[in-house]
């Protein structure tokens, strides 16, 4: 803790290793204003829209809903709700392809809007430091607020922990090329943005913010400077432009001096971070009361005509925004949803924007040309210079061809964060990080794997005592029953005696005679059924358990 | 309409492995320039005997191997192999000691095991070392440098050396190197060694004629010229500065002590550095990145035992240079270097062992 303070209170910025300086190429969409956008025809609203499971549908087909009206419940920890983005009827709940790679289709809400805007009731809250800090993490919650910088993890529960938290980090550094909605939001929104960050510092009681932005971004620096002027609990920190300096855990070295220790969260060393864009949308949801119905979205990419950053609602079809930006597809177009360096291909145009979509890229290839043909490896080193994780990347691509996954894991596959600079710079044109993806999805499989053969062992293991402690009971029961058996003929044997010598008791015979006829016809049936239920339990067809 | 998949990266930096190849090749040419003019224009036809070879083995080594010959070959890694080799050898050394080189570098250490970035060791050293233990006599046959040289050997006399071992008039390679007083002028290097054996002192013998003020005439400048060509690898970043670095440091740290403490018989950093392969062996040689350490750590290890195994061997081996020995047995300890120099990986403790 001491060693951060000291760092931070010097006001230097450290280093990470590795990482690359491609061209940046936020110009022309930083420079134009954001801008709003006609509704679409429809909106597309996937249950699941961030890490987490999906919740539970609210409404029906054909219900009319109102701007910002809570659309799914979740019931489990870690999901968000949903919210209608305008007002509108709900024409579909049907599976629709969603914004992944794969483009593969998921169970959605399809909200078609009436263009009235008409708002269901909010509830500011513009005296928010009156309130206790769990409503208030409650109500970010029920906004449906996600991460908008990166993975989409659900802002609450980053918050919820209540862990001392010494810095408060404000990730405006948008390292990406062609990335530049946080840019262009600093310079629009940075009052609100202030206002979010002072939410967030007083609901998780850091003592300090740190707001990062990358110094190619001078205006935005200048907008956020005037918005924090005279704020002693905020810092301004200007970090060099370099790839990947906005992930968490490089930023977090370069304002800390710090790495986060393995197998630990920034929360474990007194730090909390979180986006410029987050921040944002917690001001309109505290102080506004409205939830995460909107983003930032850059439109760029040379075939872009009428390049920007528009206010994208949920839902929103890709088709739509490149309608709005000008796309004029050439030969073969790419549609890239994130950046180029960690973005993925879009199969279809027809899947929606979610709360982490943040740039919508198509290049021409001359602006971002076709990766060439793989070529060997010559162990050149240049993926190893610019990996910030430090990890031997053309090692971990010998181990990932020839399948070694033990070795995979031991040379810390799992601390990539995919950050592509490897495959940036291979001179061999390998897609490394496409890769390390297919081993970390197999690990993960083979894991999955285990743990259901180990469960179905066990299960296995249970049912053989189980059979063997009835069987050992059954054998018990007939043993008993046997000797009831003998001890009755025995009477029965001493009463025939008896009844010979003693002929006065010949009156009681017909009734003991029947009892015991009884007993030992019970204990006929019980011994055959026993022996069916037996021969049952071993009929090796019977796989019921 | 349908759209192109691809994985991200979606962008790549424009340098590719062929263009770092012909940069190495680029800037090989200040070195050679120098050496042909001073041990004459054999050694441009030795890197076309050199080129011919390899293209014709590795193509014939792809097909074999259901390769596509032409993107194998476009690559430029051979054409690196082939010229490294053919500057290394003696000028006038007869065609098929570097055909079979060439070749034996290409087919054996190159594609035997695995093809490109497979090979363990650095191809054109492992074939100038095959050379050297087979043919000691024509790969030890270097002519003294042209100006100090009583004959002139023209193109036709070159070549014709070089296919038929005599020039046109009939003088062998031996005979050539023969001074007018019946000496045979050896290399720097090696005069040192024969002299020192023989109990003379340093001092007298840079009084010999091929000695010049910084070490031996025209050596000293072809090492000065593959040192510039070096530094346009390393501006270029092609290469980084570790394994020259260390390797100097390795071959000129020990040579300045042992000549501070016996100065009339152990020769100097100044000497070592510009005599042999030194300059050829640190920058372009060393550097080969398929048989080298990966990380900086571990490359600086590399370069740092290559130049102290090129000491010891230039003062107490068989050999005068060593270059190709102390390349190759580094080589060897790549593995281990790697798996000690692994660095420390992000948020660990320590090194890259399961942290």
């Known amino acids: 803790m001491r060693d951060i303070k000291s760092f931070v209170d010097a006001g230097v910025i450290g280093q990470f290793p590795g990482g690359i300086h491609p061209p940046e190429r936020k110009q022309p969409a930083n420079a134009i204003p954001l801008r709003r956008l006609p509704l679409p025809a429809e909106l597309v609203l996937p249950l699941r829209q961030h890490i987490g499971p999906s919740g539970e549908c609210l409404v029906k087909v054909g219900d009319q809903v109102l701007k910002g009206q809570q659309l799914t419940e979740a019931h489990l920890s870690q999901g968000l709700p949903l919210h209608a983005p305008t007002s509108g009827v709900i ?284 070529m060997a490896c010559i162990r050149c ?165 | 309409m349908s759209f192109r998949i691809a994985a991200a990266p979606h962008g790549h930096s424009q340098r590719r492995t062929s263009d770092m190849m012909r940069w190495v090749c680029y800037a090989l040419i200040p070195g050679v320039l120098v050496q042909s003019y001073f041990f004459g224009a054999g050694v441009w036809m030795q890197i076309m005997l050199a080129i011919i070879t390899a293209y014709v083995t590795e193509s014939l080594c792809l097909v074999a191997r259901n390769r596509d010959a032409r993107s194998g070959l476009r690559d430029n890694t051979a054409l690196v192999t082939a010229v490294l080799l053919a500057i290394s050898i003696p000028t006038l050394a007869p065609w098929w000691i570097i055909v079979l080189g060439t070749a034996f570098a290409i087919v054996v250490v190159k594609h035997i095991y695995g093809g490109m970035g497979q090979n363990l060791f650095n191809p054109a050293m492992a074939g100038y070392v095959l050379l050297l233990v087979s043919f000691p006599v024509q790969m030890t046959n270097w002519l003294p440098p042209t100006t100090i040289s009583q004959y002139d050997l023209t193109l036709w006399q070159t070549l014709h050396t070089i296919l038929f071992e005599y020039t046109p008039a009939g003088y062998s390679v031996e005979q050539l190197r023969t001074t007018i007083d019946g000496i045979t002028m050896a290399t720097p290097l090696d005069t040192v060694k024969t002299a020192l054996d023989q109990s003379y002192t340093l001092s007298e013998i840079y009084q010999r004629p091929q000695f010049s003020v910084l070490a031996g005439v025209g050596w000293q400048w072809v090492n000065l010229a593959f040192l510039l060509g070096g530094f346009i690898l390393l501006q270029q970043r092609i290469i980084s500065w570790h394994i020259p670095g260390g390797l100097l440091a390795g071959l000129l740290v020990p040579a300045l002590l042992a000549h501070l403490f016996a100065p009339s018989i152990m020769p100097g950093p100044i000497f070592h550095a510009l005599s042999g392969a030194t300059m050829l062996g640190a920058f372009f040689i060393a550097t080969d990145p398929v048989s080298a350490a990966t990380s900086n750590k571990g490359r600086f290890i590399f370069g740092l035992m290559i130049g102290l195994l090129v000491w010891v061997i230039r003062s107490w081996g068989g050999y005068p240079d060593a270059v190709a020995f102390a390349v190759l047995l580094a080589n060897l300890s790549v593995p281990l270097i790697d798996q000690y120099t692994r660095p420390k990986v992000y948020g660990h403790q320590s090194g890259g062992q399961n942290g």
């Not at chain 1, 399809?110 to 009731?121: A, F, H, K, N, Q």
Request: aromatic share 4%; net charge negative; glycine share 6%.
């Open chain 1, 381 to 545: 080193g240049a993926c190893a210079d610019v990996c910030p994780a430090s990890l031997q990347p053309q090692q971990l691509q010998w181990l990932a061809k020839a399948r070694d996954y033990d070795a995979l894991e031991q040379q810390n596959l799992f601390d990539c964060i995919e950050c592509g600079a490897c495959a940036y710079v291979c001179p061999s044109e390998i897609p490394l990080v496409h890769y390390y993806r297919k081993a970390k999805a197999e690990i993960r499989n083979i894991a999955r794997e285990k743990a259901k053969a180990e469960l179905a062992r066990q299960r296995f293991e249970k049912r053989q005592q189980r059979l063997e402690r009835e069987k050992q009971e059954r054998l018990e029961r007939h043993r008993k029953a046997a000797e009831a058996r003998k001890k009755m003929q025995q009477e029965k044997q001493q009463a025939t005696n008896e009844n010979e010598s003693q002929p006065a008791e010949a009156n009681k015979k017909p009734a003991q005679d029947k009892s015991s006829a009884v007993a030992a016809a019970i204990a006929r049936a019980k011994a055959k059924k026993a022996a069916q239920q037996a021969a049952e339990d071993h009929d090796p067809k019977d796989t019921s358990s």
């Open chain 1, 91 to 374: 024409t579909a709940i049907e599976e629709r392809p969603t914004a992944h790679a794969s483009g593969l289709p998921e169970m959605a809400v399809v909200l078609t809007p009436d263009g009235e805007e008409r708002w269901s009731t909010s509830q500011p809250l513009p005296d928010y430091r009156q309130q206790d800090k769990a409503s208030l993490i409650e109500r970010i919650q029920s906004a449906g607020i996600a991460g908008l910088g990166g993975a989409g993890f659900p802002t609450a529960q980053k918050l919820a922990p209540q862990k001392p938290i010494q810095y408060l980090i404000i990730n405006g550094v948008e390292c990406e090329p062609y990335i530049c909605a946080d840019d262009r939001l600093m310079r629009e929104k940075a009052d609100e943005i202030v206002a979010g960050m002072e939410i967030l510092q007083f609901i998780s009681s850091a003592e300090h913010i740190l707001l990062a932005i990358e110094d190619n971004k001078p205006e935005a620096i200048a907008a956020m400077q005037e918005a924090i002027d005279g704020k002693q609990h905020i810092s301004l920190r200007i970090i060099p432009t370099k790839y990947p300096s906005g992930g968490e855990k490089q930023l977090i070295e370069l304002l800390t001096g710090q790495q986060v220790p393995h197998h630990q969260l920034p929360l474990d060393i007194g730090l909390l971070m979180q986006n410029t864009g987050t921040a944002y949308a917690v001001k309109r949801a505290i102080i506004d009361g409205e939830p995460l119905l909107e983003r930032v979205v850059t439109l760029t990419g040379e075939q872009m005509t009428q390049p920007g950053n528009v206010w994208a609602l949920l839902g929103t079809p890709i088709e739509h925004l490149l309608e709005q930006g000008g796309f004029k597809a050439t030969k073969s177009p790419r549609v890239i949803m994130g950046g180029p360096m960690m973005g993925f291909t879009l199969p279809i145009t027809q899947v929606p924007v979610i709360k982490t979509t943040n740039c919508i890229l198509t290049p021409t290839s001359q602006e971002l040309p076709a990766a060439g043909p793989e």
